[in-house]
């Protein structure tokens, strides 16, 4: 009799193996670092308004960047600078909306895709001129006018038919994001094992998230105020971190948002214990 083929824990990655209760596991690591300290209804909407003026604030402060593009590095922090502003408003639209309407697995998922962003802007911006070159190539960026030749090719065989995209494509990330949080420290590895992976759950897990989103259908109970501020709030501090790396002129108004969006944190923690 055959048996049914089950996939080994070395085909899975980590952030996505879930057979052994992962969510609950990681759901609670990143529910104690990020749950709210404040009580009452009153002070939860306070801390909602906080955290949506300090977003739009952080956003305001790269508007009209004038961003250099005189290398691959420019290009790419200007490219950057411009994903992590679209997907932060993206985030407060998606929370800011009415009711049930209020979308707080999908902020949750751009959230997850700010903290890839920062940390690969991290970990390149360590060795640029190692790191970079292996980052473009791997996403299939000419680097020379022998590879730009060769890209071209490629391409033109895919228009035609002669080849699929997908043969060109990139099918993994050029490093493993655990290994660059890692090699950044402990605080990027603490935040890969707690948010990242908590955060993998509505981005890949389908239907095991459907119970909470239908408990929350049935009862017509929108997301909570605490809950929509530490999601944008844990995306604003992402978002900074963006800022830091791509923009220098804006350091010194950047430090005073970081130090509100750090105490905003910190409003937004308690003990796991009064979880």
């Not at 690591?29 to 404040?38: C, I, N, S």
């Not at 955290?51 to 790419?76: E, F």
């Not at 993994?172 to 993998?200: I, N, V």
């Not at 605490?226 to 804006?250: C, K």
Request: charged share 25%; hydrophobic share 35%.
């Amino acid at each position: 009799m055959s048996q049914e083929s089950k996939p080994s824990n070395e085909e899975m990655r980590e952030e996505y193996d879930i057979r052994s209760g992962v969510r609950g596991k990681y759901y609670e690591r990143y529910k104690a670092m990020t749950t709210e300290l404040a009580k009452t209804a009153g002070e939860h909407d306070l801390l909602w308004a906080k955290a949506v003026n300090l977003a739009n604030r952080s956003l305001a402060l790269s508007s009209g960047i004038d961003s250099p593009s005189t290398d691959h590095w420019s290009r790419l922090l200007t490219v950057s600078l411009n994903q992590a502003n679209l997907r932060l408003n993206s985030i407060v639209v998606l929370l800011t909306l009415e009711g049930l309407n209020a979308d707080l697995d999908s902020s949750i998922i751009l959230t997850r895709s700010l903290f890839e962003l920062a940390i690969n802007l991290s970990y390149i911006s360590k060795d640029i001129n190692k790191r970079l070159p292996q980052y473009l190539r791997h996403g299939g960026v000419p680097l020379t006018e022998e590879e730009l030749d060769q890209t071209e090719g490629l391409l033109a065989k895919a228009r035609g038919g002669e080849i699929e995209v997908k043969e060109i494509a990139p099918v993994r990330a050029w490093k493993p994001l655990r290994q660059m949080c890692e090699d950044l420290g402990d605080q990027y590895f603490k935040e890969w094992e707690t948010f990242y992976r908590y955060a993998s759950m509505p981005t890949h897990a389908g239907s095991f998230t459907i119970g909470t989103s239908f408990l929350r259908l049935l009862a017509s109970e929108p997301p909570s105020p605490r809950e929509r501020s530490t999601v944008l709030v844990t995306a604003t501090a992402f978002y900074h971190r963006v800022v830091r790396i791509t923009a220098e002129a804006l350091h010194d108004t950047l430090h005073e948002l970081e130090q509100e969006c750090n105490l905003l944190l910190q409003q937004l923690t308690f003990e796991a214990s009064t979880a």
